[in-house]
């Protein structure tokens, strides 16, 4: 049975960091490509970075380019999301999962992210 559990989010001002841990066990993680997703309020999940298997190769969404990280541990079963110059539209629920989503429709708790102007 495959679990992600998502911490590190938190209320943050405008132009402040946060960095965001997924933890993984199970099939979910390993050898596999992964992304953070968020979802704003009214909006529909959407994904902000993905990373390879290996991390050598990263994606990000036009809109978090220059200010989000990602990577991973593979030792440690880990991935993380630095966010940087952190902005009020940045504000939502974040989650970890295997990438492409629809490969992987089960989804953790997801952890709160609110940036204030």
């Known amino acids: 049975q495959r679990q992600l559990v998502e911490s590190g989010g938190g209320w943050v001002q405008a132009g402040g960091s946060l960095r965001l841990s997924c933890a993984a066990s199970g099939s979910i993680f390993v050898r596999k490509a992964m992304g953070w997703y968020r979802q704003a309020p009214g909006k529909q999940r959407e994904l902000v970075a993905s990373?390879?298997?290996?991390?050598?190769?990263?994606n990000y969404v036009d809109s978090v380019k220059g200010r989000f990280t990602i990577s991973r541990d593979n030792a440690r079963n880990t991935m993380y999301l630095q966010m940087n110059s952190l902005k009020p539209e940045d504000t939502g629920l974040y989650y970890c999962n295997g990438y492409p989503s629809s490969r992987y429709p089960d989804w953790g708790q997801g952890t709160q992210v609110t940036v204030s102007s």
């Open positions: 990373i390879s298997s290996t991390g050598s190769v990263t």
